[in-house]
């Protein structure tokens, strides 16, 4: 279990692993939240007592009393479901406007990112990504081109209108050539922005400084990373990632803080595998699993609805993720899931290109020419959903999990064991 200051909480498979729920439990004993990438295309579901939230932006921390949430500058910030999401939080949570901060240097997120994002798939024909549709891509291309807008920069309202006119006409252009029927109007675009300018500048802070400030007044913070390792722009399964860096490297960067702040990465894994979109997925289940365990696990995007595809747990997965994020502990979610299957499977190296791989490879056609090699465990038939500590768990459950930190090399620090915030266990050592 952490008891650093500053922690950081990864996705450490394709996203989806639970990790608003690991935040939503750990947010307990953290006074600041903080994202640091990413933007609406991310979705947590909480349930905190019969009320059920779905979060694309906001840390799930805001459904603690207290805790202050912030969005850092590597976020791409759409204001519109930020405002429609904090005006359903505000129903539940009167206070959460006064508890939210947005970076000034977040990249704004516009709908015309939305109509790119949907034109560029559409021309990718047989090689789409499978991306969510949010825009998500598109706005950090505007960043890195620098020619993004800020947050910052609706503070001066002409200037902000100049850049909104001139960005129209450019996506204009760019849809043209994407064969998109779509056009942006630019005095719509400059009418809804303003609309909203004056609610988002008062939420506007320098998030680097206020963990700063925060953490030297012995304060705890968490980085919350959206998305997954293997969806990270420069480690994942690329071209079929997101469009930032997921991985803990990116924390620092996405709020404002140097790498020496960090005290613990926390990885969160399932206890199983899912992956929403195209690319590789070297242990999907065969049918009939794969539909069974993605009914009992609920496995449908919390943005999309998407069905995810399901499989084995993914040691040489979790392994490279431990690797490229640095873990110091692991959470594993959703074990009720594998609650009754006779026999366990995880994949502990794969063969591929006529040779044998321990390591995640790089190249995308050695990946997906990949076959696992699994080892085999027996399952359990005990409910595991209401165990609460490490010793309420059968003894086939602790082999798994002690195997699944042997082929990583990280500690479990927690088990999720169901969607409630008190269905979970932290593991003492
Ligand atoms: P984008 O981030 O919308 O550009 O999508 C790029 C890829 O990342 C697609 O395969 C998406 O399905 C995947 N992706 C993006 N956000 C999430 C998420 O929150 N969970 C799981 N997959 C995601």
Same mark, same amino acid.
């Given at each position: ?79 519109? %479901? ?84 001139? @960005? @129209? ?181 794969? %063969? ?78």
């Amino acid at each position: 279990m952490s008891n650093g200051s500053c922690v950081v909480i990864v996705g450490s498979q394709w996203g989806d692993e639970g990790k608003g729920k690991i935040v939503d439990v750990l947010a307990e004993e953290i006074d600041i939240v903080a994202r640091y990438q990413g933007g609406a295309n991310a979705g947590h579901t909480v349930h905190v007592g019969d009320d059920e939230f779905i979060l694309h932006q906001i840390p799930s921390g805001i459904l603690h009393p207290d805790r202050t949430c912030l969005l850092g500058n590597g976020v791409v910030f759409d204001p519109f %479901q930020f405002f429609e999401e904090l005006d359903e939080i505000r129903a539940k949570v009167p206070d959460a406007e006064q508890r939210v901060g947005v970076s000034g240097r977040a990249h704004l997120l516009l709908y015309y990112h939305k109509l790119l994002d949907r034109a560029a798939e559409a021309s990718r024909g047989a090689g789409k990504i499978g991306t969510t549709g949010r825009g998500i891509g598109p706005a950090y291309e505007d960043k890195v081109a620098r020619q993004g807008i800020r947050v910052a920069d609706l503070r001066d309202a002409e200037r902000a209108e100049q850049l909104l006119r001139r @960005a @129209a006409e450019r996506i204009n252009r760019k849809l043209e050539s994407l064969d998109s029927a779509e056009k942006v109007d630019a005095d719509l675009l400059v009418r809804d922005v303003m609309g909203v300018r004056e609610r988002l500048l008062k939420l506007t802070v320098d998030t680097g400084r206020v963990i700063q400030d925060a953490l030297n007044a012995g304060k705890r913070v968490l980085l919350e990373g959206a998305q997954g390792a293997l969806l990270d722009v420069d480690h994942g399964t690329y071209p079929y990632v997101t469009s930032s860096n997921t991985t803990a490297g990116g924390a620092g960067l996405g709020v404002g803080i140097g790498p020496t702040m960090i005290d613990d990465v926390v990885g969160v894994v399932k206890a199983y595998t899912t992956r929403v979109g195209e690319g590789p997925l070297p242990t999907e289940f065969p049918s009939p699993l794969q539909e069974e365990i993605r009914e009992k696990g609920g496995e449908f995007g919390a943005t999309t609805g998407r069905p995810r595809r399901c499989g084995w747990f993914d040691a040489v997965v979790v392994r490279y993720a431990a690797l490229v994020n640095g873990l110091t502990g692991l959470a594993v979610t959703k074990l009720d899931v594998l609650d009754g299957l006779e026999e366990l499977k995880i994949a502990t190296r794969y %063969q591929a290109g006529g040779g044998t791989l321990d390591d995640f490879p790089g190249d995308l056609a050695l990946l997906e020419d990949a076959k696992p090699e699994y080892e085999s465990l027996p399952g359990w038939s005990e409910k595991t959903s209401e165990a609460r500590r490490w010793e309420d768990l059968p003894e086939a459950a602790h082999r798994y999990l002690r195997r699944l930190e042997e082929l990583t090399g990280v500690p479990i620090w927690y088990v999720s064991v169901g969607t409630r915030r008190d269905q979970i266990i932290h593991v003492k050592r």
